[in-house]
Structure formats: C-alpha cells, structure tokens
T-cell receptor
C-alpha cells in the first residue's frame, strides 16, 4: 500500500548549519512526485518544493533542495544555512496513486533551530 | 493577491450546536479540500471536491458536512454528531490536471474549541 514515512519526529540544528529531513515512500505508480510543506507554529501550510519521479535533476528552491534517490525511494529535504524562522513542522506528501484527487501526507518532522 | 481565506481564525462551539467554517479561494482552482489536524499530529482528510455541486468523503467524514455551490467556496459544517470537534481545520485547493505534480495551496486555518 502507498505510504510515506518520516522517521525523525524531532530534529535540532544550529543556526547557519545545514540539516536533512528524511522522507521515504512506497508507491506502485511509475510516475509520481513528492511535495514538501512547512507548517510554522501559526498553523498555515506552506508549499516548499516538488520533485517529479522522472526529473533528471534534484529539485532546488532557494535554500531548499531535495536529495532524491529513486532506487531507495527516498526524497530527503535539505535546508542550507538554517535560520531561526525555519523552526517548524515539515511534511512530506504525494498524490494518492489510486486517485490523484487526494494527497497522502507523512507524519511530519519538527525542526528546531538553535541560535 | 490570489489565495485562500479561512474564517474565522478561532471558533467556539457549544454542546449540541452546529458550526460552519468558511473557505474561499480566488486561485480559480477546481479542487478544494478540508483537513483536520489534532495537536502534534498530521493531516486527516475530511471531505474534498473536484467540481461544483460534487464532493466526496475523505477518511474522517462522520460528523461533518460540506457544500460546493460555487467554485470559489467550500464551507465545512461541524455538526453536533461530531463528538470531539476540538482541532485545527485546514482548507486547501489545487488545480485538477490528471497528473501527480500539482501541489495544494492552504489557508491559514481555523482553530475550533468546545465551550
């Protein structure tokens, strides 16, 4: 069955350091994509970055990049030069393979940036 | 600016009362979604709609109802049948494309509490 796993419930990183948030998935869909969202304590969900399964290069968006390893079914989010404002919950997600109408979310990782 | 507006930001419900959460979008998206998030948890799908006058139950639809009379609006009613409605509710929208690459865009959420 399709599933997204985020094994790190909580992470800490020193300000200005880089951090990697893990996401592994299982799907039988040959064409799929992974999304990452950020949820600050205020509650809104912010779309950060997308990686398609057939994309030739790893996605990058400013300080966010994806370490996409298709054979290992992992799409880890890398945040470079962490800032205090990066402290938030981070969710990995993908469209439901049985119906692209729906989205499946991972359980999330809480990131705390330490000054 | 295009976006999704949820109101109110905070809502209190008395026992036996129905309450309605508003969600309006001006992104011209066909699909709209309602999620429930409990403290420290991920998102659970309540209802979703791909087109006006049509909607489908998600994973936790019991005790909730929706309508989709206009493309821009997707209100959620929390009925008295929902015995544990205290949670954070997020509304989202997205393009319907038949592909797996369309992200969802979220509102700022409504926090519902029982009096």
């Amino acid at each position: 069955a399709q599933k997204i796993t985020q094994t790190q419930p909580g992470m800490f990183v020193q300000e200005k350091e880089a951090v990697t948030l893990d996401c592994t998935y299982d799907t039988s869909d040959p064409s799929y994509g992974l999304f990452w969202y950020k949820q600050p304590s205020s509650g809104e969900m912010i779309f950060l970055i997308y990686q398609g399964s057939y994309d030739q290069q790893n996605a990058t968006e400013g300080r966010y990049s994806l370490n996409f390893q298709k054979a290992r079914k992992s799409a880890n989010l890398v945040i470079s030069a962490s800032q205090l404002g990066d402290s938030a919950m981070y969710f990995c997600a993908m469209r439901d393979e049985t119906s692209y109408d729906k989205v499946i979310f991972g359980p999330g990782t809480s990131l705390s940036v330490i000054p | 600016d295009g976006g999704i507006t949820q109101s109110p930001k905070y809502l209190f419900r008395k026992e036996g009362q129905n309450v309605t959460l508003s969600c309006e979008q001006n992104l011209n998206h066909d699909a709209m979604y309602w999620y429930r998030q409990d403290p420290g948890q991920g998102l659970r799908l309540i209802y979703y709609s791909q087109i006006v006058n049509d909607f489908q139950k998600g994973d936790i639809a019991e005790g909730y109802s929706v309508s989709r009379e206009k493309k821009e609006s997707f209100p959620l009613t929390v009925t008295s049948a929902q015995k544990n409605p205290t949670a954070f509710y997020l509304c989202a929208s997205s393009i319907v494309s038949g592909y797996s690459n369309q992200p969802q865009h979220f509102g700022d959420g409504t926090r519902l509490s029982i009096l």
